[in-house]
């Protein structure tokens, strides 16, 4: 593996031919793929590339798959440092911990929280990723400052919220004046993208959802919010609107196919025909469903429908093969099994909601999600030679089912080698997790955390596990 290394540049343009390459309508072999400038310029049979870019020297993978990087529609980056912390907890955990938690970061810890998250995005083969917007005290530069530094392609929301939920809340017309600059800072930037968010539909008020929404839709950008996850939320919002929230954002006029919801676990037939019929986007986030015991967004009937989601990991476990092999199951035993669903979609349509429409529903369809000509060079290179994907008779399910993180030797984004075996290319990481273990036990005894549920070793001292 060291001579593999010393072949792949670490920059630049270069020619691949890989054993095989996970195209738009399925893995092809003896093929050749060019990266120029940061994107894939010619794909197609390795002779023929090889005689139309001369100037450049193959690089010979014949073990390896080059695929598409995961994107994360929808994750939390400076939620990294809480990570076990809402273990065993009962439903919004954001209000007891996430919000106190960001709301007490400093910038340094900001900075640490997202650099550590975006770290563990790219080891789980995640290219890109879907920030729903940090509720600390206004250190969003010091979130995007970080994920530029390790190469994560990054979707950033800007929390809009005029009604709490956010260490600080602005005037209406300092959110506004905010929200316009954060969606003009990045127009071609190569790797940011302004987002719009509110953290949930009652943290915002009427006006404030509408507006925000039309903003970002005006913009080409995505709005995003936490729609219909927990049933308290729900029946809050019919006492107060007489609409459950997904219904309510239509009543606004606030879906639409530049909204991103992420969730959507307790969603009813009527709402299930708002998403289709107004092109709204979903984040299928089953790690979270299975951790936090939320109920599970009806995915497969979702894509019956022909409504656009794609998965997210609600910052819960980094690791994009595991994401979709977690996609399915959860499928499958939370419906699947009551109606004889052996398939339960097939491989291809998870490696796809992992890739291709994770992109689509992230707005970045024209930009990354595929090895496609004129889309940016993110990527994977996954090791085929392993006793998991020996032998192989149908890739796309072996992907889901027997995937892992430990398969990826490369993440590339915008054609950059970003990572090696699980390490980054060209800065220290283990330098930032001594420092982050150094510094997280004083910012979280800082922060107004209210738990439930005792670590584990106080629950088993009290007799609580036999």
Known sequence: MTELRDKLPGSGDFLLHPGKVLLPDGPRSGMGVVVRDGRFTDIGAAGLVGSRNPDLTPIELPHHLVMPGFIDTHTHLTQSLGKSLVFGEPSEIFRRIWVPLEGSLDERMVYLSAKLAALECLRGGFTAAVDAGTRSAGHINALIRAARQTGLRSVIGLICNDLGGAAVVPERATILKN????????????????SLAISIPEAASDHMLADVSRMAGEAGAVFQTHVNEHLVAVERSLVANGRRPLEHLAHLGALGPHVLIAHSTLVTPHELNLLRDSGTAVAYNPVASLWKGNAIAPALQMAALGIRFGLGTDGTRADGFRLMDAAEGLQRAGFGLATGDSSCGGGWLWVERATAQAADAAGLAGVTGAIREGLAADFLLVDLDRPELTPSHDLMWELVRYGNRDQIDAVFTAGQLRL???????????????????????????????????????????????
């Open 179 to 194: 929200a316009a600059r954060h969606l003009a800072a990045f127009e071609g930037d190569p790797l940011v993208h302004a």
């Open 420 to 466: 090696w075996q699980g390490w980054p290319v060209g800065w220290d990481a283990r330098a930032l997790l001594a420092e982050v273990r150094e510094v997280t036990a004083d910012a979280i005894a800082r922060a107004p955390i209210q738990r439930v549920h005792k670590p584990s070793a106080e629950h088993r001292a009290l007799g609580h596990f036999a």
